[in-house]
């Protein structure tokens, strides 16, 4: 099979962060100052020579299963009306990234041509070639999949060396930090041990697709300034990574 990566030893990375981040103190929408600090943070990466790719959540505009909760939505409904949730933050990181001077596209897993690219698989590994960071929207374009899965799949199909999945805690915690001040913080562990105890870093299909294709997920915290910078480049704040 042909190497796609043959001429680079550059990192390439996918963050995941979820689209509840974005909407910062508030329970819905985008701050601007979150945006503008994400932004920041991911330029950070592209000036130091790290290939990166993004997936963003909807979950500050819509999730698929709360939307069905009330039972007028169908799940498949809303999970499509979340999957265009994740299109808007796409776009809004994407305005926020080339405010930075960040060369940036974005590919939707659902044809929506008129506002951003379609998902093309080679497409995208030559917008990455180019330097440029790509940001996947529209999920797997699937219903009854999650931003976590389409993550993980798209830095499988990408080659990623890792996939960041950026929160707001550094680590795999037992139970919530927030919350409980025993908590404790699981520094690494296996894929089938974060399924086994039913330890959510992602959601089963996610985990099981990152086990089955050897793809490390690190936990960290997106809110700590250079953090992500500090992971990648210097290998420093690693806390919880889930890899065989
Ligand atoms: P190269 O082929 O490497 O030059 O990449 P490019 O992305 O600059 O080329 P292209 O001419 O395909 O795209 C120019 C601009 O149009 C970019 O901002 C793309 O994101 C955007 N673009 C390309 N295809 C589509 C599409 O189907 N829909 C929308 N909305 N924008 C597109």
Redesign the pocket.
Known sequence: MQNLRQNTRKNRILVKFSGEALSGKNIFGIEIDILRYIAEEIKLLVDNDIEVCIVIGGGNIIRGVSAAEGGIIRRTSGDYMGMLATVINAVAMQEALEHFGVDV??QSAIE???????YIYR?AI??IQ?G?VVIFAAGTGNPFFTTDTAATLRAIEINADVILKATKVDGVYNKDPNKFDDAIRLDKLSYDQALKDNIKVMDDTAIALAKDNNLPIIVCNMFKPRNLLDIIKYQKGVYSIVKN
Not at 112 to 118: D, F, G, S, V, Y
Request: proline share 0%; charged share 50%; aromatic share 0%.
């Open positions: 596209r974005v929506i041509q008129e506002i951003c690219e379609t497409r030559r917008h180019k440029r």
